[in-house]
């Protein structure tokens, strides 16, 4: 093989290589933790699309102590004071954590208003096409809405299509994660009893 043939070769299979690795599509970006990041792969995926669809799939190869998550961020603007879902198709294949949708809202001040991530109903093993939501209220100082898809603790793979954002009625029941634990209006147990 000549000198130039095999430059060829070597380009030819880092491009292949690249692009094993499935790209994420436009406004989605991924963040994972560090033992994640080594092991974990996100992108889009046709396995179980049908004909000319793709999928948005998250993958480990071994378990992972943390999680790999795929989202966008939006500003809260256009939202404020209102109820919104973000809701999509799941399907788990071989998950040892567990995944799900998740939404935050966050405030002006960066504090987390409301979070949900499916972790109190998550999709465990392998589980076929479902539906799942998750629906928050956004307050009048939110300033951001990040959503999209998390696998946590384990390996495994999950994809999601039909993704959906929308505001809902104000009756639909919200299922955020309560981050605002009532409070005692006094002090309790002063005298260690």
């Known amino acids: 093989m000549n000198l130039k043939a095999l430059v060829a070769a070597s380009v030819g299979g880092l491009l292949i290589a690249a692009n094993a690795e499935p790209r994420l599509p436009a406004g989605w970006t991924r963040q994972a933790t560090v033992d994640a990041d080594r092991v974990c792969s996100a992108g889009l995926d ?29 500003a809260a603007d256009a939202y404020r004071g209102k109820r919104v879902r973000f809701a999509a198709r799941i399907k788990a294949e071989k998950v040892r954590g567990w995944t799900g949708l ?71 029941p919200s299922i955020s994660i309560n981050l605002r634990p009532a409070l005692p209006s006094q002090p309790q147990n002063l005298g260690l009893q």
Request: glycine share 8%.
């Open 46 to 74: 046709s396995t179980w699309a049908e004909p000319g669809k793709r999928l948005l799939a998250l993958e480990c190869t071994r378990s992972v102590d943390g999680h790999v998550t795929v989202s966008q961020t939006i």
């Open 102 to 172: 998740m939404m935050r809202v966050v405030g002006n001040d960066q504090r987390v208003l409301g979070f949900d991530d499916m972790s109190t109903r998550p999709v465990r093993g392998n589980a076929d096409w479902r539906e799942a939501q998750v629906i928050l209220d956004v307050e009048a100082d939110a300033s951001a809405i990040s959503f999209g898809v998390r696998l946590t603790d384990g390996e495994g793979k999950v994809w999601i299509d039909a993704l959906r954002f929308e505001e809902v009625s104000p009756d639909d």
